[in-house]
């Protein structure tokens, strides 16, 4: 009788995992058709296999509703970090629209849409605007920026509007255990809905938590798109790629835990520094998408920056200072400073000899006699010492800090240089960064004390045109005015960054007539720990 089951499955092309799945979308669906404000559904689309899977079903399960029942709007949105790859993106963007045409041709109550990240919170802005170091698994600062908040936002506008949200994710339970274990920490018991860990008004649906990978792929190889996409596409997509997932759209800090950085995955961010190999674009040159080769190069780069001393300032973006600790090791009676492996750094030593020894105590003398500026020191022979609490001699080095003004300045040249070479395909346009990112980098730069204004310049000198710039923004002094006030505060022992943080507090508050906050910004310039060693 079984093997009569599934020969007629076959036959027809019928799985009854599928059908359970549509009839479930159904049910959970209907719900509420007679509450007054019934809940929306927001799916989260990132254009892999699982979320292709669980849009698909859904545009089954409506076309098998009457028009009566189809009583709620169901937001498909997909996640534009602003860094996509751009295949990817592009292959997003179109079926996005393709999905918006076939819902409307078929009266279905679907509503597409891309979530993206604020341009203060973009990925460049971050970078290159206030100096945050490339990610990586200790400080992966871009997952909440570029994913998480874009998509709370969206959700939450949605419960302002209707009390509760439903959010409709392709999680699969054996996609992995962390996952499972995650999914299951949410299931109300007996429920087939989920509660969000964090917000608190939207409840998660995963119809297809109990796929297979294979159930995946048969649904998607035996089932035609909808909306035309040929799925054999997004089959190459994941072709000779190292890894089989993708990048979920992530609503939630622990689904964030459990679907890793995606840069293993087709689907993540190109400048994804979090792995030590981006897979992602290096599987789309292998598979003959040369053109992307500069941008791989691009992303190695800015993972071996991250962890040069010379790049970095050396104290926190609040000014605090902090010490790391140096090990050293002696072979065949020398004493070697142990550089430890960072990501594409392997292990180094450097002998002792070679560095310039500070005690501890007379640290601010020396930075002081040598008009030292921390926010620029190249302190790679530096080691300052001290006593443990044994009394034994030990050995710091400062601790690192944002991204010094020059490398900031540095990357953004390099990154326009990089959109001038790359020789995108035809009908593929790319920037790599957004004319409304520079704008806030620029702003960022002013604001922190940067007078000499030389964004527009840097970008019209590797662009070879200018933007439409805010003249307000204009800088206050000239270059030669600025010579000349850093040779007034080395004369009288001023710092001329904390000068310049002044400077740029007083212009922010020019022309307001209330000035709430300008005490405590001031304040917060002062107390930076590295004026006060
Ligand atoms: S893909 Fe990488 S860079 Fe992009 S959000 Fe995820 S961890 Fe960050």
Not at 9 to 38: F, G, R, T, W
Request: proline letters at 4%.
């Amino acid at each position: 009788m079984m093997i009569n089951n599934l020969i007629t499955n076959l036959i027809q092309k019928k799985n009854p995992i599928i059908d359970d799945a549509i009839q479930l979308i159904k049910d959970v669906y209907l719900q509420d058709i007679n509450e007054e404000n019934p809940k929306p559904w927001v799916v989260g689309y990132s254009g892999g296999k699982d979320s292709s899977t669980v849009v698909q079903l859904i545009f089954e399960a409506l076309t098998q509703l009457s028009k009566e029942q189809l009583h709620k709007k169901i937001y498909i949105i997909s996640s534009d970090t602003l860094v996509e790859t751009p295949l990817i993106i592009s292959f997003i963007n179109r079926t996005l629209q393709r999905i918006q045409d076939r819902a409307l041709e078929l009266n279905l109550p679907i509503e597409t849409h891309k979530v993206k990240p604020n341009y203060k919170q973009s990925f460049w802005s971050m970078l290159i605007g206030q100096g945050y170091p490339s990610p990586n698994q200790n400080f992966r600062w871009c997952t909440d920026r570029l994913k998480i908040e874009p998509a709370n936002r969206f959700i939450t506008e949605k419960v302002s509007e209707h009390g509760e949200v439903i959010m409709v994710l392709g999680m699969r339970d054996n996609e992995s255990a962390t996952r499972a274990n995650v999914m299951k920490s949410y299931t109300v018991e007996g429920k087939v809905l989920m509660r969000h860990s964090t917000l608190t008004k939207a409840l998660v649906f995963a119809p297809i938590r109990n796929f297979s990978v294979d159930d995946v792929w048969n649904y998607l190889n035996n089932h035609e798109s909808p909306w035309g996409d040929d799925n054999k596409t997004l089959q190459k997509l994941y072709q000779d790629s190292s890894s089989d997932a993708e990048c979920p759209l992530v609503i939630d800090k622990s689904i964030k835990e459990s679907a890793g950085s995606c840069g293993n995955s087709r689907f993540g961010c190109w400048t994804c520094t979090v792995v030590t190999e981006d897979k992602a674009v290096k599987g789309f040159i292998d598979n003959g998408e040369e053109w992307l080769k500069p941008l791989l190069s691009f992303r190695d780069w800015l993972v071996d920056i991250r962890d040069e001393r010379i790049y970095r300032q050396k104290y926190r973006k609040n000014g605090q200072i902090y010490f790391t600790d140096v090990t050293i090791e002696t072979k065949e009676d020398k004493a070697y400073v142990v550089i430890p492996k960072k990501s594409r750094r392997s292990r180094g030593y450097i002998p002792l000899e070679n560095f310039e020894i500070v005690k501890k105590e007379k640290l601010k003398e020396y930075l002081l006699y040598n008009n030292i500026d921390l926010s620029d020191f190249d302190d790679t022979n530096l080691l300052i010492e001290s006593l443990d609490d044994d009394g034994k001699v030990k050995y710091e080095r400062l601790g690192l800090g944002p991204f010094t003004m020059v490398a900031r300045e540095m990357i953004l040249r390099k990154l326009l240089q990089l959109q001038n070479e790359v020789e995108f395909p035809d009908g593929l346009k790319f920037d790599l960064i957004k004319k409304e990112e520079l704008k806030i980098i620029r702003k960022i730069w002013l604001d922190n004390g940067e007078l000499h204004d030389k964004l527009p310049q840097i970008f019209a000198e590797e662009m070879g045109y200018d933007l439409d710039w805010e003249y307000n923004d204009r800088p206050l002094f000239d270059s030669n005015q600025l010579t000349d006030l850093e040779l007034l505060c080395q004369e009288h022992n001023v710092d001329f960054k904390a000068l310049k943080s002044l400077i740029s507090i007083q212009k922010q508050y020019n022309g307001y007539k209330i000035r709430r906050g300008i005490y405590q910004d001031i304040e917060k310039a002062l107390k930076q720990d590295y004026l006060h060693l």
